[in-house]
């Protein structure tokens, strides 16, 4: 199994409270994202990085924000959580982001926000 | 843009029960495509690929053929176990936004003993 390894598992917060999930990788990959699964909607994404301090927006970026400063570490900061983002949150590692290389997925954070 | 369209479920089978999940693409380019499996309270794993025209994923018994003809990358297998109770999403990469995937909204599988 690719190591990723996703913090924290579960959490439960406050309308209007920040909230920072972090993944964190052992392989050495270049390419790291941000999903979120919602039922209905199978994993759509929020951002991604190419690589230390290169990060782009995804599908569903709005009120989100992310940050990576090592090679290993993906942040993802929700700067004032809504009920809406209530979600299932994935990260993924890609090692050079090219078509027909497949993601490794993280085991998920549940975030519930009420 | 590009979109993935896959069979609502949720699907209930028996154990040794013939499996076909459809999975027809939208996508400008040649992209490759994916099916990754999820188990209850895990990540996604992928499950096979195919990255270009008439190829053909396969692993544990799951077989996916990429038609180009009829956009299409159904996923098959000859005989369910209880162990293949997950969800299943099907996936495309045109590589135009370094790798990103395109997911489509999952279908269900129960297997029944």
């Known amino acids: 199994d690719a190591g990723i390894t996703q913090s924290p598992r579960h959490k439960v917060t406050e309308t209007g409270t920040p909230v920072t999930l972090r993944c964190h990788q052992t392989e050495n990959h270049r390419y790291m994202y941000w999903y979120r699964q919602d039922p209905g909607h199978g994993l759509r994404l929020i951002h991604y990085s190419y690589g230390v301090k290169d990060t782009d927006k995804g599908e569903v970026s709005d009120g989100y924000s992310v940050s990576r400063s090592k090679t290993e570490d993906f942040l993802l900061t929700l700067e004032s959580a809504t009920s809406s983002q209530t979600s299932v949150y994935f990260c993924?590692?890609?090692?050079?982001?090219?078509?027909?290389?497949?993601?490794?997925f993280g085991d998920g954070t549940r975030l519930s926000i009420l | 843009g590009n979109s993935v369209t896959q069979m609502e479920g949720p699907v209930t089978l028996s154990e040794e029960a013939f499996l076909t999940i459809n999975c027809t693409y939208t996508a400008t380019g040649y992209p490759s495509l994916f099916w990754y499996v999820q188990y209850p309270g895990e990540g996604l794993q992928l499950l096979l690929k195919?990255?270009?025209?008439?190829d053909k994923g396969s692993n544990k018994g799951f077989e996916a053929t990429y038609r180009k003809e009829t956009t299409s990358f159904h996923l098959e297998k000859g005989s369910v176990q209880v162990s293949d109770s997950a969800v299943y999403f099907c996936a495309l990469s045109d590589g135009g936004s370094q790798g990103n995937l395109i997911f489509g909204k999952g279908t269900k599988l129960s297997v029944k003993p």
């Open positions: 195919a990255t270009k025209a008439d």
């Open positions: 993924a590692i890609s090692e050079f982001g090219s078509r027909d290389q497949p993601q490794h």
